[in-house]
């Protein structure tokens, strides 16, 4: 047995190691908690109706919120960018400037910010408090899969509603820009319009594509995760909460930069 | 027959079941009775399979549930029915749909066969008409009642109970109790139930064993247990704070 000064010495080492190891554990949970979700996704049977509720909990819910912030940035980015296009004459350009920033970039990454926000938070609490009123158990004991019920139909859900929700927050940012750069700024619809043609191509159609579809998979894989393995009680349920919604915001901000990198 | 074999557990290095043992009969009710925090929760996980033991067996109808797959361990489920300490009704269904959903996710009955299934089981359980309330809409012995539907209705050969009267008055306790007693002389199923009411469960238990310290003390019919010599036994079913040294001097 070491004596007292060794040991001493030897605990920073043993505390890493312990945290270290429990880093590595907590990998291995929340990947092989995907694959179970991604073997329920191809093994029947399938749950079409908690699927059909999921999209709705997700994606229907989440409209008003993504038409908002999306016509907004739109608004903001039409008035930044004609600001900063007219001081070198190129005000003909904002419409693609627009649509590129919003197709590319800031469509994909606000829409999953802005449903995190709105439905991931809910997933993980609700998930979260079907664990501890033992609603989870019920289920398990039941011989029925939780994850064919909530953790599966979730991340289906995701990966239909995130695309499809960023394509409406660009439609309507687009509009946002012209709605400022056409009608309050004076400039030419034909040329708003007409250049974004030339100048937007189907990859920075599909790159924005690729962002959005991946993002909803993080975002409800977080999110499920986070509520399927939540703590005791109701601070339990509230500190998952609010790590599903930062860790899912830290991790698209981080997935966005790699996936910007990769599809230049 | 359930058996249980040496049965051990410990979380963060805390033992919570030492070497348990049990045995439960065909078509008993079996009563495990115990203060709180002795583990009879986790043991309770155990015989559902959603706790795996660092040591011991937990043998049901000679499977073994600590050295299987899930799929086996959800074959032996099929047989089970089990009443939460809260109900754990799903609290998105109405009560109906919480009674019909073991027989529309499990079965291939109709839905005016289960319909009319869900509305028997209801009225078992003296529940007419509440069919299309939330649970949150109803009281606690209600929701109790609900559950106890809910469990029965695919005809279960073993049903757990987990505290199924804790926070009810005592004649809702009464009413579960005769609740409970009336079902299993109908339909013969097999229960273990964990409980804390005292000298109530000794009026429908066939077996009673007491769990202390991770281990069941003392298991035998209830008048074995109320006349039992054990200092342990007596203190609890007299309610006997721990000044009697009793549960210090096992501890």
């Known amino acids: 047995m070491a004596d007292a000064p060794t040991w001493a010495v030897l605990r920073p080492f043993e505390l890493l190691g312990e945290r270290v190891l429990g880093l590595l554990e907590s990998l291995g949970r929340f990947g092989s908690f995907f694959a179970r979700a991604v073997l329920s996704m191809v093994t029947p049977p399938f749950k079409v109706r908690a699927f059909v509720d999921r999209i709705d909990y997700i994606g229907y819910r989440s409209l008003v919120i993504i038409v908002l912030t999306g016509a907004f940035t739109g608004m903001v980015l039409g008035l930044q960018l004609f600001l900063t296009l007219s001081r070198f004459g190129s005000e003909a350009f904002l419409g693609p400037a627009v649509a590129l920033g919003l197709i590319r970039e800031l469509g994909p990454v606000l829409a999953a910010l802005m449903v995190t926000g709105r439905a991931g938070s809910a997933l993980t609490a609700e998930i979260g408090i079907m664990r501890i009123t033992e609603q989870i158990d019920a289920l398990t004991v039941m011989a029925l899969s939780p994850f064919r019920y909530l953790v599966t139909p979730s991340i289906l859900a995701g990966v239909v509603t995130f695309p499809l929700m960023t394509a409406l927050f660009d439609v309507v940012g687009i509009f946002g820009g012209y709605l400022v750069g056409v009608k309050l700024l004076g400039l030419s619809e034909g040329t708003y319009f007409g250049e974004m043609q030339t100048f937007v191509h189907l990859d920075d159609i599909l790159t924005g594509f690729w962002k959005s579809l991946s993002f909803g998979v993080l975002v409800t894989w977080v999110c499920t995760y986070k509520g399927y393995y939540v703590g005791h009680g109701a601070e339990g349920v509230a500190r998952a909460t609010t790590q599903a919604v930062v860790l899912s915001s830290v991790l698209i901000l981080l997935w966005d930069y790699f996936l910007g990198s990769v599809l230049r | ?251």
């Open chain 2, 1 to 251: 027959m359930i058996k249980v074999e040496g049965l051990t557990k410990s979380f963060d290095g805390q033992m919570v079941l030492r070497g348990l043992e049990l045995e439960v009969r065909d078509g008993s009710i079996t009563i495990i009775i115990g203060r709180s925090g002795g583990g009879k929760s986790v043991f309770l996980k155990h015989l559902l399979g959603l706790l795996r033991p660092d040591a011991g067996r937990v043998l049901v109808g000679g499977v073994d549930l600590t050295g299987v797959s899930r799929r086996e361990i959800d074959r032996v489920r099929d047989r089970y029915g089990v009443v939460f300490q809260g109900g754990a009704l799903f609290d998105s269904l109405t009560c109906a749909q919480n009674v019909a959903f073991p027989l529309r996710e499990k079965t291939r009955l109709g839905r005016a066969e289960i319909t009319k299934r869900v509305e028997v089981g209801l009225a078992q359980v003296g529940l007419e008409g509440v069919g299309p309330k939330y649970p949150e809409e109803i009281s606690g012995g209600m929701r109790k009642r609900v559950a106890i539907a809910r469990a029965l209705i695919t005809e279960p050969e073993i049903v757990f109970f987990d505290e199924p009267t804790t926070g009810l008055d005592p004649i809702l306790v009464n009413s579960i109790h005769g609740l409970i007693q009336d079902l299993h002389r109908r339909f013969g199923f097999t229960a273990v139930m964990v409980s804390h009411e005292i000298p109530e469960i000794f009026g429908i238990a066939d077996t009673v064993a007491m769990l202390h310290d991770g281990r069941i003390v003392e298991v035998g019919p209830p008048e074995a247990i109320q006349g039992s010599r054990n200092p342990i036994v007596q203190q609890f079913i007299r309610g006997q704070p721990d000044e009697g040294g009793a549960f210090k001097e096992s501890g």
